[in-house]
Nanobody
Framework: QVQLVESGGGLVQAGGSLRLSCTAS????????MGWFRQAPGKARDFVAA????????YYAASAKGRFTISRDNAKNTLFLQMNSLKPEDTAVYYC???????????????????WGQGTQVTVSS
């Protein structure tokens, strides 16, 4: 089992930056593909970005591409999401999620991920 704790959320003005972190404990972090998802008020939870267990391959939603960067430090059991050029529409609760590395990886599918953090609020003011 993996326990995930997000941090780094907050209030930022449009055009600003935030760096989210997700710290994992429990099973070996490097055995898991990792994803970031977000849920805005009144909306469904959506895929933002994902990274394979080794960190060699990354995936992004169209809304995140070019502005967000997902990365991981397996030695420190930590996942990151660097968010630049933030927009008010990026306001949401951001969740990290873990999916064991074996098998075909449908990185946008939320039911692929067995473990989820509690979320961290990101608010972007205009």
């Amino acid at each position: 089992q993996v326990q995930l704790v997000e941090s780094g959320g907050g209030l930022v003005q449009a055009g600003g930056s935030l760096r989210l972190s997700c710290t994992a404990s429990g099973r070996t972090f490097s055995s898991y593909h990792m994803g970031w998802f977000r849920q805005a008020p009144g909306k469904a939870r959506d895929f933002v970005a994902a990274i394979t267990w080794s960190g060699r391959i990354t995936y992004y939603a169209a809304s995140a591409k070019g502005r967000f960067t997902i990365s991981r430090d397996n030695a420190k059991n930590t996942l990151f999401l660097q968010m630049n050029s933030l927009k008010p529409e990026d306001t949401a609760v951001y969740y990290c999620a873990a999916r064991y590395y074996t098998g075909s990886y449908q990185y946008t599918a939320q039911d692929e991920y067995a473990y989820w953090g509690q979320g961290t609020q990101v608010t972007v003011s205009s």
